[in-house]
């Protein structure tokens, strides 16, 4: 029903919506499958600090290891939610662009009482794609940060916050 109500509402007379959507759920799948690559990278530095012993086989940790910081291992994992959520600015311009081309309301969107029902339909979609882009980037921010900082052995970390912002 909300589905319904949100394209009658807030989506141009006519436009496609639902290949925006499926446009939408593929980016966000892509973008944060591109994100586990802080796990792998995570992975590469946490299996840094430790060493084979030769005669028993076991892993031993080094000693006066330090894992690279969490901005360093983070890296670029989390920009496939910017370039996602930059796309939806494409999106839009296209809303707008619509009005005047595909279904020639712009006319009709122009003299109806509510001055924004054209801003409104042409940005609500937008908008609430860049919020759930940002509030999954923060949220995989907070899940890679608390895997960073519980999963390192202690003695390991960078000392007073500079695990965060890349300063040891």
């Known amino acids: ?5 949100f394209e009658q509402n807030c989506i141009p007379p006519g436009f496609p919506f639902s290949s925006e959507l499926t446009y939408f759920t593929m980016g966000s799948l892509c973008a944060a499958l591109y994100s586990l690559r802080f796990v792998l990278d995570y992975w590469n530095a946490r ?9 028993t086989g076991e892993w031993v940790l080094e000693e006066g290891a330090q894992i690279a910081s969490f901005s360093e291992i983070l ?3 989390l920009n496939g939610f ?4 930059c796309s939806m600015l494409f999106f839009a311009a296209l809303h707008y662009q619509f009005h005047f081309r595909g279904s020639r309301s712009i006319y009709l969107m ?4 509510d001055r924004w029902e054209l801003h409104r339909r042409c940005l609500a979609g ?3 794609g860049i919020l759930i882009c940002a509030v999954a980037a923060g949220m995989l921010f907070l899940l890679y940060f608390a895997v960073y900082r519980f999963a390192t052995p202690q003695e390991c970390l960078s000392p007073l916050g500079g695990e965060l912002y890349g300063r040891a």
Do not use: D, T, W
């Open 82 to 85: 910017l370039i996602l959520a």
């Open 47 to 55: 299996c840094a600090l430790f060493r084979q012993n030769p005669l």
């Open 126 to 128: 937008p908008v609430l």
């Open 110 to 113: 122009r003299r109806l009482p």
């Open 1 to 5: 029903m909300k589905k319904e109500r």
């Open 75 to 77: 890296g670029s994992a």
